[in-house]
């Protein structure tokens, strides 16, 4: 049982191509989260999700786009990536409201 | 809006105590967390702490909390070089399950 997985690992891309990170849970948890960490800004939301088909912004949205069909699923787009999207993106989980959250292993991306 | 801060590195020498500190704005936070991300690796939940305790101690980890203040603290006893890492401090509130993550403190143990 994986978990919380992230596909790719590892991207590179050029500046305009669309870019999806993928983010699948095996625990049905309802809560799901996209975060973008960099040096001097530590984690910061993208976007959250308090179930299937409800999502929402977080601190930083613009160029980004999610969906949520299915509980388990939670892709991230970048629909035109620009070099400041280069960054490392997490996923997390939440079982419950106020609950811990489980992060997934990240994926790196760099956009040229 | 809220806010949780902490200082961004600390280094200490191997066997000694760490302390890392948080300060944190909320007051109806419930619950605040320490989490720990080892490098190249996702954040995962070291501990936690209800609002209403002052103390919590899981082996060599002490987690002190001064509501008044709003200060967090987390005390490692012992450091070992596998400790070194980065901490993030989180507080939620009870209404809430967005938690608020500090920026990080990068702890170096060193011999």
């Known amino acids: 049982d994986a978990g919380i997985t992230q596909s790719p690992r590892y991207k590179i891309t050029e500046t305009g191509r669309q870019v999806t990170l993928m983010c699948h849970q095996t625990?049905?948890?309802?809560?799901m989260f996209w975060y973008r960490q960099d040096l001097g800004h530590g984690l910061r939301l993208i976007y959250y999700?308090?179930?299937?088909?409800?999502?929402d912004k977080g601190e930083v949205p613009d160029g980004y786009v999610v969906s949520r069909s299915k509980t388990e699923n939670f892709p991230l787009t970048l629909e035109s990536a620009t070099r400041s999207q280069t960054s490392v993106y997490f996923c997390?989980?939440?079982?419950?409201?106020?609950?811990?959250?489980?992060f997934g292993p990240g994926t790196r991306l760099t956009v040229l | 809006g809220e806010d949780v801060e902490q200082s961004l590195f600390l280094s200490v020498r191997e066997g000694d105590s760490s302390v890392i500190n948080c300060t944190y704005t909320?007051?109806?936070?419930?619950?605040l967390y320490w989490y720990k991300q080892e490098p190249g690796a996702g954040l995962q939940l070291l501990t936690y702490?209800?609002?209403?305790?002052d103390m919590k101690q899981d082996q060599r980890l002490t987690v002190l909390l001064n509501k008044k203040d709003k200060h967090l603290s987390l005390r490692i006893a012992d450091t070992q070089t596998g400790d070194s890492a980065i901490y993030f401090c989180?507080?939620?509130?009870?209404?809430?399950?967005?938690?608020?993550f500090g920026r990080g403190t990068s702890l170096i143990v060193h011999p």
């Open positions: 702490i209800f609002s209403n305790m």
């Open positions: 625990w049905s948890h309802s809560y």
């Open positions: 999700s308090a179930a299937a088909d409800i999502t």
């Open positions: 989180a507080d939620s509130s009870g209404g809430s399950y967005i938690p608020t």
């Open positions: 997390a989980t939440s079982r419950d409201s106020g609950n811990e959250q489980f």
């Open positions: 909320d007051s109806s936070s419930t619950y």
